[in-house]
């Protein structure tokens, strides 16, 4: 059963730091692209980070570049999502999902919307505020 679980988020001021895990299950993390996404109430979910299976391709929202930052430990099946210099504008409910690169990509690089057919986490909640 393929599982993608996501912790780290939390309550920090701006400027702080927070590093989301993805811990996924069911599936060869070396095979597979992951992407991060964040969604505040009443819009869509936004792409903000991906990396490909090889761990060589990375790609950042615009909004996030020079302050965010993908990795992945495959020991451990673990994706993570290092977050320094918060914002306020952060604040969002965060999610890791696994789907074909170009599709995790296109939302990231493009803002288009996910497709349905990627598996998703339940999501952690990221607050940035004074």
């Known amino acids: 059963q393929v599982q993608l679980v996501e912790s780290g988020g939390g309550l920090v001021q701006p400027g702080q730091s927070l590093r989301l895990s993805c811990v996924t299950s069911?599936?060869?993390?070396?095979?597979?692209?992951i992407g991060w996404f964040r969604q505040i109430p009443g819009k869509e979910r936004e792409g903000v980070s991906c990396i490909n299976s090889g761990g060589n391709l990375k790609y950042y929202a615009d909004s996030v570049k020079g302050r965010f930052t993908i990795s992945r430990d495959v020991a451990v099946n673990t994706v993570y999502l290092q977050m320094d210099s918060l914002k306020p504008e952060d604040t969002a409910v965060y999610y890791c999902?696994?789907?074909?690169?170009?599709?995790?990509?296109?939302?990231?690089?493009?803002?288009?919307?996910?497709?349905?057919?990627?598996?998703w986490g339940q999501g952690t909640q990221v607050t940035v505020s004074s």
């Open positions: 069911g599936f060869t993390l070396e095979d597979s692209a």
């Open positions: 999902a696994t789907d074909l690169f170009p599709f995790l990509q296109a939302s990231v690089v493009a803002g288009i919307p996910p497709s349905d057919a990627g598996t």
